[in-house]
């Protein structure tokens, strides 16, 4: 008996399988990630031979369209659909978006999985969560589980396609990070990385000051690793949170 847990982004489904049951921070027995180009394949290859899941749980922000194929994948299982719809309260969170629904699902199952993670190590303070894909979003937690609301950047990709597009001498290859950089590929790929590392700073800085208390600064998504190091704040990088906020809705009372 297993339980499925999905994760639908603008750029890839990541998904992984787990014991029934299975708790915030439990490793998965199987798990993968392809391109949203490749997803009316996943029955024929990444989920062929994988047994029956008993349960599913998604978040999904790349629209109906694409939730729908991805239902079709799944239609020779027994199994009922099931997406996460961000919620006025869920978990023992409380939402404060001005419409909750409006939020992202990956961002607020990643805010409950970060939540988790630090209830499990028994930190009660205030709650930073960065994810790195296609886009950066920088979300924050009080120490009493409120959701105070968070922002959208653009991710690298974004940031260097909307320069190559809108100017004739940016079409450079890819540089490395610099203090000062002194060529144009070094200069790129340091202001989008300083861009996203100077909004997470920011924010850790606003929500230190506001709850009186160091946030713990969890950050995830597929380019985490690659913005990470250049983050200038105490911080961890912890790769399935939006699987660890599915299993702890999976597990909560009622979602
Ligand atoms: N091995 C990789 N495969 C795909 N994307 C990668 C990889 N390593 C880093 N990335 C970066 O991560 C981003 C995708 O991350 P992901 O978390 O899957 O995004 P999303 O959730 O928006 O689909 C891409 O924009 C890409 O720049
Ligand atoms: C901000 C996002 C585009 C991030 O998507 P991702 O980078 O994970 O593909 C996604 O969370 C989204 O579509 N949010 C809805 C708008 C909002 O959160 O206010
Ligand atoms: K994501």
Redesign the pocket.
Known sequence: MSFLAIDI???RLKWAVYDDGAQPGAQPLQHGAVFLENIDRLADEDWQGLAPPRRMLGSN??GDAVRRRVEEQMEHWDLTARWVVPAPETAGIRNG?DHPT??????WVAVIGAHAHARQRGFDGPVLTV?V?????VDALSSDAQFLGGL?LP?HGIMLRALEGGTAGLRVPTGEVRDFPTNTSDALTTGGTFAITGAIERMYRLLHQREGRAPLLLMT?GAGWKVAPAVDVPHELVEGLIFDGLLAINAAPRI
């Open positions: 982004g603008n750029t922000v790349a978006y409006r939020l992202g699902a990956d961002r994810m894909g296609t886009a950066v979003t959208i991710g998504g």
